[in-house]
């Protein structure tokens, strides 16, 4: 796991990167061992307010390089046929208790691990990722992975 | 714990009514330099921080991140934990935890409250349940003050006098700390004659509204004996947490009534207690802990405490109070700080107990310093009837 803060104004930083989610996946991939995280993760759970974000994000977590984001999803990886699944759960926009949006992620991510998601399931899911984050831009990102 | 943890740094500013003069991320910054300057350490050394203070106490919330600056966390692990009046003490045990865990090796922790913003008195005096609080007559801080007061009054414990010779004691500590908000020169028959808030609780019995900030440095023990000559260890720590007192063992119809028939605004602390002694050997609390620093936001408290921490009997506070066995002289030392009646910034209360128990075994207490060796403290905080944290530090592994 990491996490990671970044600076709180918005006028500090340029919005269209995310180093603080870079960091918080760098830690979480030292610790779990992760060196290429498209090739050796399974599915990912990521906490989306806004549609872009996951574009945004998919470069935070290192699945394309930066500004790559949306050359990265037409290609289908992230669909649920694809190689490396994004929230097969629906994620945040299907639904946003916020207090609990981060721990839902986790949540998901151990139902896949398990093979318990039903219609939902990404068959032979290994390794998962579950990231949230806080602060309406991302000021504040935490990165897990699951494996079994 | 997994890893020993050590006090490696405390940082403080003095308690103040009012900081006009600075923004919450000015006042947060001059406790983590202070701390920073105490440790030698600069924030490059620190990998995480965990801070804490009132939600919305300020009129703002995700003060973790917004202040960033000011706690120096930008591209750092961290989070906030809020827990009432025990935040100071919660984000300590976090803290330790983190240390604790083997995956970090320099802790920053701070909390604070900046109460000259916002609208605290809204928030900290009125009742929480609409229904089952107004029901028993409880209003929030006053409330629970009053339930503390009257239980004491009650079990016989102590007088309005003999609390108002511990206030006395309060306000002559809190001027020689030169971190108290308050700087009273105030005689027993001030405290008696002082205006009856519900009585038997008084205007000088009750805590201050205050502004400051508290930070505190920890390491794990190979860390910490690298990086500091004067390591303050963490024996053991203690976290328990109850319902909210009306639902807590007694019928809400009884919210009055429950406080005479014994006060549950103590259960917590009383049960740390238990537990911490237990594991650390602790038989004879009064000859074996050297010093107490508490989380008494009231007078009644201090007292009420005396018998929860079992330093005497139960209904025989007096007798400690008569022969001032928690003065600088006495045999149990508590709240030489001046206390939460002197300096009460919440966020930041609970830590500032665990930097003033430090700096007590460290020695360097100057004018406030318990007048012989302190090589066991304990220490606690409680916030909003049900959360408590309590610790042993210690001179010693």
Same mark, same amino acid.
């Given at each position: 796991m990491g996490n990671c803060y970044d600076v709180?104004?918005?006028?500090?930083?340029?919005?269209?990167?995310?180093d603080s989610l870079v960091t918080a996946a760098k830690r979480a991939y030292s610790m779990a061992k992760i060196n290429d995280p498209l090739k050796e993760i399974d599915l990912a759970e990521i906490s989306e307010e806004y549609s872009y974000q996951e574009l945004l994000w998919t470069e935070g977590l290192g699945f394309c390089g930066r500004g790559e984001g949306g050359k990265w999803m037409e290609k289908g990886i992230s669909q649920m046929s694809g190689s490396l699944p994004i929230?097969?759960?629906? /994620?945040?926009?299907? /639904?946003?208790p916020i207090g609990v949006a981060g721990a839902a992620r986790v949540v998901e991510a151990v139902t896949q691990l398990r093979g318990e998601a039903g219609a939902r399931q990404v068959k032979g899911a290994k390794t998962a990722l579950a990231h949230g984050y806080t602060g309406a831009c991302g000021q504040s990102h935490c990165v897990f992975i699951l494996s079994h | 714990m997994a890893e020993r943890v050590a006090v490696i740094g405390v940082g403080q500013t003095p308690g103040k009514?009012?900081?006009?003069?600075?923004s919450e991320i000015e006042l947060v910054n001059e406790a983590v330099r202070a701390a920073l300057e105490d440790a030698e350490l600069t924030i490059k050394d620190i990998d995480v921080v965990i801070e804490g203070n009132m939600e919305f106490f300020e009129g703002t919330l995700y003060t973790d991140q917004w202040l960033v600056e000011g706690l120096g966390s930008y591209g750092k692990s961290g989070l906030k934990v809020n827990s009432a009046g025990d935040t100071g003490a919660t984000i300590f045990s976090t803290g330790v935890s983190h240390a604790a865990s083997?995956?970090?090796?320099t802790v920053l922790i701070v909390g604070f409250e900046k109460q000259d913003e916002g609208a605290y008195g809204g928030i900290g005096m009125r009742s929480e349940d609409s229904f089952f609080d107004i029901a028993g007559g409880s209003g929030r801080a006053i409330g629970a003050m009053w339930g503390t007061a009257i239980s004491v009054l009650n079990r016989k414990s102590a007088t309005e006098e003999l609390i108002a010779k511990v206030r006395v004691k309060e306000a002559e500590c809190g001027l020689r700390n030169p971190y108290s908000h308050l700087k009273l020169k105030i005689t027993e028959n001030d405290v008696l004659n002082s205006n009856t808030v519900i009585w038997p609780l008084r205007f000088l019995h009750i805590c201050p509204t205050s502004v400051s900030s508290c930070a505190v440095i920890v390491a794990p023990e190979k860390e910490a004996k690298r990086l500091t000559r004067k390591p303050v260890w963490v024996k053991d720590y203690y976290c328990i947490h109850s319902g909210l007192q009306p639902r807590c063992g007694e019928p809400w119809l009884n919210v009055g009534a429950a406080y005479p028939t014994g006060p549950q605004f103590r259960w917590g602390v009383e049960q740390a207690a238990i537990a911490l002694y237990k594991r650390n050997g602790i038989t004879h609390p009064r000859k074996q802990i050297d010093y107490i620093e508490s989380y008494s936001p009231s007078t009644w408290h201090e007292v009420d405490y005396y018998e929860a921490l079992k330093l005497c009997e139960p209904g025989e506070a007096w007798k400690l109070i008569e022969e001032e066995a928690t003065w600088p002289h006495g045999d149990i030392p508590f709240d030489l700080s001046g206390g939460v009646v002197s300096t009460n910034a919440i966020g930041a209360t609970g830590l500032h107990r665990v930097a003033e128990a430090a700096i007590q075994i460290r020695g360097? /207490? /100057?004018?406030?310093?318990?007048p012989r060796d302190v090589n066991l403290v304990f220490t606690f905080a409680q916030g909003a009837d049900q959360f408590c944290t309590a610790a042993f530090l210690s001179k010693n592994l």
């Amino acid at each position: 796991m990491g996490n990671c803060y970044d600076v709180h104004y918005l006028g500090d930083r340029d919005l269209a990167d995310c180093d603080s989610l870079v960091t918080a996946a760098k830690r979480a991939y030292s610790m779990a061992k992760i060196n290429d995280p498209l090739k050796e993760i399974d599915l990912a759970e990521i906490s989306e307010e806004y549609s872009y974000q996951e574009l945004l994000w998919t470069e935070g977590l290192g699945f394309c390089g930066r500004g790559e984001g949306g050359k990265w999803m037409e290609k289908g990886i992230s669909q649920m046929s694809g190689s490396l699944p994004i929230n097969p759960s629906g /994620g945040i926009l299907a /639904g946003n208790p916020i207090g609990v949006a981060g721990a839902a992620r986790v949540v998901e991510a151990v139902t896949q691990l398990r093979g318990e998601a039903g219609a939902r399931q990404v068959k032979g899911a290994k390794t998962a990722l579950a990231h949230g984050y806080t602060g309406a831009c991302g000021q504040s990102h935490c990165v897990f992975i699951l494996s079994h | 714990m997994a890893e020993r943890v050590a006090v490696i740094g405390v940082g403080q500013t003095p308690g103040k009514r009012s900081r006009k003069d600075v923004s919450e991320i000015e006042l947060v910054n001059e406790a983590v330099r202070a701390a920073l300057e105490d440790a030698e350490l600069t924030i490059k050394d620190i990998d995480v921080v965990i801070e804490g203070n009132m939600e919305f106490f300020e009129g703002t919330l995700y003060t973790d991140q917004w202040l960033v600056e000011g706690l120096g966390s930008y591209g750092k692990s961290g989070l906030k934990v809020n827990s009432a009046g025990d935040t100071g003490a919660t984000i300590f045990s976090t803290g330790v935890s983190h240390a604790a865990s083997g995956l970090f090796k320099t802790v920053l922790i701070v909390g604070f409250e900046k109460q000259d913003e916002g609208a605290y008195g809204g928030i900290g005096m009125r009742s929480e349940d609409s229904f089952f609080d107004i029901a028993g007559g409880s209003g929030r801080a006053i409330g629970a003050m009053w339930g503390t007061a009257i239980s004491v009054l009650n079990r016989k414990s102590a007088t309005e006098e003999l609390i108002a010779k511990v206030r006395v004691k309060e306000a002559e500590c809190g001027l020689r700390n030169p971190y108290s908000h308050l700087k009273l020169k105030i005689t027993e028959n001030d405290v008696l004659n002082s205006n009856t808030v519900i009585w038997p609780l008084r205007f000088l019995h009750i805590c201050p509204t205050s502004v400051s900030s508290c930070a505190v440095i920890v390491a794990p023990e190979k860390e910490a004996k690298r990086l500091t000559r004067k390591p303050v260890w963490v024996k053991d720590y203690y976290c328990i947490h109850s319902g909210l007192q009306p639902r807590c063992g007694e019928p809400w119809l009884n919210v009055g009534a429950a406080y005479p028939t014994g006060p549950q605004f103590r259960w917590g602390v009383e049960q740390a207690a238990i537990a911490l002694y237990k594991r650390n050997g602790i038989t004879h609390p009064r000859k074996q802990i050297d010093y107490i620093e508490s989380y008494s936001p009231s007078t009644w408290h201090e007292v009420d405490y005396y018998e929860a921490l079992k330093l005497c009997e139960p209904g025989e506070a007096w007798k400690l109070i008569e022969e001032e066995a928690t003065w600088p002289h006495g045999d149990i030392p508590f709240d030489l700080s001046g206390g939460v009646v002197s300096t009460n910034a919440i966020g930041a209360t609970g830590l500032h107990r665990v930097a003033e128990a430090a700096i007590q075994i460290r020695g360097e /207490g /100057g004018e406030r310093q318990v007048p012989r060796d302190v090589n066991l403290v304990f220490t606690f905080a409680q916030g909003a009837d049900q959360f408590c944290t309590a610790a042993f530090l210690s001179k010693n592994l």
